[in-house]
């Protein structure tokens, strides 16, 4: 199975200023690693710098204190994280050294001695020009490369070692406006959506056209014939015959011809872990869900798993007398160790309390809505097309601008894309938001019992 190392930016900028202090000699540091993906994926969840002076250092060797990091191993073997030795090649040597593999046999033949398991540990080059080149160390102490390093921060860096090939004669328009890099990338991307009605439906139609390889799907919802005026590829037979609005989607992009491979989920997010674990797996995600308990968990599941995320949200205010009050929308773009949909004031911890409310004890919601102790929640909001197609439409040209170049704006100072119709705007904001303390501690967490440490899936934790 495919190896996959993930670094948040916020780590990233940390060890590239630790391993390049400015003397052109080598530093280490001790990246400490979340797993998924069975244990084939390494998510940096902390990281130790070695201290410049208590090594060894030349242009061309280091030589560390390993007892530093021996403290922290009980707790690690505890926790079943990974250790991961990152070192510097500041000459820009692209491959591990005969110094290098004498240095981790010796390292990694204790470490195994302390973990005593198979799950792996690794080690990483980072080079001058901020590529990062990487192996695990398996418990045999043989070497085997790891296959895709993402850098995940205001833009999304992904290098990958084997890629699929695209249809050009399919994509040409595509690859004409994005160039080869950027379609094969998103060839080899898996995107997951979560809500495939109103904005998610259009997302998933622009997805599928653009060329993206994999597409996870999740809507535990059936059409009906109230969503025919904005559900594409939805027709009358599909509300008759209650079809699942996933099985619309995956049926639609079966039959485009861009060898899309759809998982569709007809799910909701908190019943099924297998849900939560393919999302894990996804190189991007997209929310497009009203419901506030969902959107709290999807960005959970983005901070854990180090997942770039685009939430969706279209308001329209009726009068109540066949009028219209307001129309707007935002698109937040997201990123681990940043700010969250609740510190950005999308909704409310009082609001959350409620969906989780309505989600698992009807009767109890109904009491305390109709005592006033909780704000009525399950309120049916109005909802065109045309409303919809823009924001879903801005949403895939964010997430667009992320991992390729189309906006002339520095990304770092933009997150918030905000429009309303009624006033008549269409305006990029900076998040002055503070981060998000609770999810920062869990950046790269990977699986944990229970699941994103949620009481809710404490059940779940033999299937990790």
Request: proline share 3%.
């Amino acid at each position: 199975m495919m190896k996959h190392f993930k670094i948040a930016k916020q780590h990233y900028d940390s060890l590239t200023k630790h391993l390049f202090p400015g003397d052109g000699k080598e530093a280490v540091s001790i990246a400490i690693c979340g797993r998924s993906n069975n244990g084939n994926t390494f998510l940096v969840h902390d990281l130790i710098h070695i201290p410049h002076d208590l090594c060894e250092r030349e242009f061309d060797f280091i030589k560390w204190p390993t007892h530093l990091i021996i403290d922290k191993l009980p707790a690690m073997l505890t926790k079943n994280l990974g250790l991961f030795k990152i070192h510097s090649h500041p000459g820009g040597y692209e491959q591990f050294s005969e110094l290098d593999d004498e240095s981790d046999l010796e390292l990694f033949d204790s470490i195994y001695g302390w973990f005593d398991n198979e799950d792996y540990h690794g080690s990483l080059i980072l080079l001058p020009n901020g590529n990062l080149i990487g192996r695990v160390i398996t418990p045999e102490l043989e070497f085997d490369e790891i296959d895709k390093i993402t850098v995940v921060g205001h833009t999304i860096k992904i290098s990958q070692k084997e890629k699929l090939s695209f249809d050009d004669s399919l994509n040409l328009r595509n690859r004409q406006t994005l160039g080869k890099g950027t379609q094969q990338l998103l060839r080899n991307m898996t995107i997951g959506v979560v809500g495939c009605s109103g904005t998610g439906s259009p997302v998933v139609e622009q997805l599928s056209r653009l060329g993206v390889g994999k597409l996870i799907l999740v809507d535990p919802d059936v059409i009906e014939s109230k969503n025919l005026n904005r559900i594409i590829n939805s027709k009358d037979m599909h509300a008759l015959e209650g079809a699942f609005k996933v099985n619309v989607a995956k049926d639609a992009i079966d039959q485009m011809g861009f060898s899309t491979e759809v998982v569709a989920h007809a799910k909701n997010l908190y019943d099924d872990i297998s849900v939560i674990q393919d999302l894990s797996t996804c190189d991007f995600l997209f929310g497009c869900m009203d419901s506030v308990d969902g959107r709290h968990l999807l960005n959970n599941i983005a901070s854990f798993y180090i997942i770039p995320y685009i939430d969706v949200g279209v308001k329209v205010i009726s009068d109540k007398r066949g009028g219209i009050d307001q129309i707007c929308g935002s698109i937040h773009y997201l990123q681990p160790g940043g700010s969250s949909l609740l510190t950005r004031g999308v909704y409310t911890s009082e609001d959350l309390r409620a969906a989780n409310m309505l989600r698992t004890d009807l009767e109890e919601y109904e009491n305390q809505k109709k005592s006033g102790y909780i704000t009525d929640i399950n309120v049916e909001a109005p909802a065109v097309i045309s409303i919809n197609m823009l924001a879903s439409s801005l949403a895939v040209n964010e997430f667009l601008s992320r991992i390729h170049c189309i906006k002339t704006e520095e990304l770092a100072q933009y997150d918030i894309i905000r429009f309303s119709l009624t006033d008549y705007y269409l305006m990029n904001e900076h998040s002055e938001h503070n981060n998000d303390i609770y999810l920062n501690k869990y950046v790269g967490r990977g699986d944990m019992s229970p699941l994103l440490n949620i009481p809710t899936f404490i059940d779940y934790a033999e299937a990790i």
